[in-house]
């Protein structure tokens, strides 16, 4: 059954640096998100992505993240300064052709900030 | 973005036992609706979405009151593999709307 790919499982870095967090969506799929879960609490929405350009963004997404989509197959977001609240889970999503299927999602990639 | 409220819980079940959640949204233009499982330290996995005439997945039933703006999750014969948090969502319902969790339901059943 395909899947959503994330990589890596677990990223920690220091206070104020640059991370990119790299996620395979399924391969027929066009719509693509992202959502963060601090520990403890919901998962929020991000982003989402279609057609190569963003669609939605929620008020967490501020300058500080942006997203691409720089080949056929990978999604990034990245995270220019990273602060110690943006620890979290943070999780990719896509959803089928149609664009109103149930969105299917990564096992996601653990941030710790120092 | 409107919220989605659920209670927390724990709810502790002795397997065998029939549980329901509930869970209310506020943004009355929410056109799907879902529910979502999530184990410990995992990715939210898709329950059954919840359709307005109600449906039904095996031992597990999903109602939907629009006019109240009212979900709820009936699970029947309860196994221990059902222990997890389950994660009421809704979305506007266009491809490109993200989904509005709640904080979950946190589901334990005691053998």
């Known amino acids: 059954e395909p899947e959503v790919t994330q990589t890596p499982s677990h990223q920690v870095t220091q206070m104020g640096q640059e991370v990119i967090l790299r996620c395979v969506p399924i391969s027929n799929h066009l719509y693509f998100y992202w959502y963060r879960q601090i520990l403890g609490q919901k998962v929020e929405f991000l982003v989402s992505?279609?057609?190569?350009?963003?669609?939605?963004k929620s008020e967490i997404f501020d300058d500080q993240f942006s997203v691409e989509r720089p080949d056929g197959s990978n999604f990034t977001l990245k995270i220019r300064s990273t602060k110690l609240e943006d620890s979290a889970m943070y999780f990719c999503a896509s959803i089928g052709t149609s664009g109103y299927n149930e969105q299917f999602f990564g096992p996601g990639t653990r941030l710790t900030v120092l | 973005r409107k919220e989605v409220e659920q209670d927390p819980g724990p709810f502790n079940v002795p397997e065998g036992a029939t549980v329901a959640f509930n869970c209310t949204y506020s943004n009355s233009a929410s056109q799907s609706f879902f529910w979502y499982r999530q184990d410990c330290r995992k990715e939210p996995k898709l329950l059954m979405s919840v359709y307005s005439s109600g449906n039904e997945d095996g031992r597990f039933t999903a109602q939907l009151n629009r006019a109240s703006q009212y979900i709820s999750l009936l699970i029947r014969d309860s196994k221990l593999s059902d222990s997890a948090t389950y994660l009421c969502v809704v979305t506007p319902g266009r491809g490109a709307d993200g989904l509005t969790f709640g904080k979950g339901t946190h589901l334990i059943i005691q053998p």
């Open positions: 992505f279609y057609n190569n350009e963003i669609s939605e």
